[in-house]
């Protein structure tokens, strides 16, 4: 229980992410953690970056990358976590946002 008062939200959205079942959205995991959206997405760049130096390349954050509802177009080229604004093939908006999981590799 005191752990959990000391560990940054960092560590605790990764400690969510590896003990999840199934890929989490960036949108859950800001209603978990009472974040910001935006915030969660940076968070994420800097917990890809932590859990693959501490567990020396044996783990990493995994994304399900976002895809358009209307025509399937995947957004498989992203640099970054995060979830497009509008489809660059059909340019709707109806995005399904990226997914996220830490996994063994």
Do not use: Q
């Amino acid at each position: 229980m005191f752990e959990e008062l000391y560990e940054s939200i960092r560590e605790r959205i990764a400690k969510f992410l590896e003990s999840s079942e199934e890929p989490v959205s960036a949108e859950k995991i800001a209603n978990v953690f009472d974040l910001d959206v935006k915030d969660v997405y940076i968070h994420l760049e800097h917990i890809a970056k932590s859990i693959r130096r501490e567990s020396g390349n044996r783990k990493a954050l995994l994304m399900t990358p976002p895809r358009c509802r209307k025509c399937g177009y995947v957004f498989k080229d992203l640099e970054k976590p995060k979830k497009p604004s509008k489809c660059p093939r059909c340019k709707s908006e109806w995005i399904e946002p990226p997914k996220f999981i830490v996994r063994s590799l």
